[in-house]
């Protein structure tokens, strides 16, 4: 499966919203975007994923960008409960993950 | 009850020791899957189990064997446990359901290999 590049930190203040970016460069046509995140050391939680189009869910909206080359996972009012380490994983169905090292998304007061 | 068990959660063990890290899970997946975590790293994938006679390597297999007793049973063994294993390990599962493919994770075992 593909790489994914992630910032390794972000901060956002407390109920604005959290745009968490994700490149892709290499992702192929039948790769999805799947995005996890871990809260302190606690086994990783799935968030929302995408093909092509953009979505949403009562957790976050994702937006893939139209060459598939990029995404952002927005967390549209984040609360210090939002504090964990986002992953962006590429996975075409093989059902294996390639986790890289994340964005550690900090949520200030 | 939680629906992906690790047993035990915590372990201290010391160098050459055959130490095993079981997992349970009552959501009747096929998929089973056993990763490690350095700190602040991500998680790599150590052996993956697609069902009872299906098992396959990850990244990272050296030093680990696993078994799978049962659909609902995935275990990790460390035949002769060394210091740089020492790491948070998770076990998960999976199905695909329409176009999701979700891993459900256990809660972790700490390993530590004085």
């Known amino acids: 499966d593909a790489k994914t590049t992630q910032p390794p930190s972000m901060d956002c203040a407390e109920g604005r919203a959290a745009n968490l970016p994700c490149n892709h460069s290499?992702?192929?046509?039948?790769?999805?975007v799947y995005w996890y995140r871990q809260i302190h050391s606690q086994g990783p939680q799935y968030i929302i994923h995408?093909?092509?189009n953009n979505e949403t869910n009562e957790m976050a909206s994702l937006i893939i960008t139209e060459d598939r080359k990029s995404s952002t996972l927005i967390l549209p009012h984040a609360t210090l409960r939002d504090t964990a380490v986002y992953y962006c994983?590429?996975?075409?169905?093989?059902?294996?993950?390639?986790f890289g090292t994340g964005t550690r998304l900090k949520v200030l007061a | 009850d939680a629906d992906v068990t690790q047993t035990p959660r915590n372990r201290i063990t010391k160098t050459g020791k055959r130490i095993m890290l079981e997992c349970s899970q009552t959501?009747?997946?096929?998929?089973m899957y056993w990763y490690r975590q350095d700190p602040g790293l991500g998680l790599q994938l150590i052996y993956y189990?697609?069902?009872?006679?299906?098992?396959n390597k990850g990244e990272i297999s050296d030093g680990y064997s696993v078994s799978r007793q049962a659909q609902a049973k995935f275990s990790l063994s460390l035949e002769s446990a060394i210091p740089n294993q020492t790491a948070l390990y998770f076990c998960?599962?999976?199905?695909?359901?329409?176009?999701?493919?979700?891993?459900?994770f256990g809660p972790g075992t700490r390993l530590t290999v004085l």
């Open positions: 998960a599962t999976s199905e695909t359901s329409g176009n999701v493919d979700e891993q459900f």
């Open positions: 290499t992702i192929s046509g039948n790769e999805y």
């Open positions: 995408g093909l092509k």
């Open positions: 994983i590429l996975t075409s169905g093989t059902y294996k993950y390639i």
């Open positions: 959501k009747g997946h096929d998929r």
């Open positions: 189990s697609f069902d009872v006679k299906d098992i």
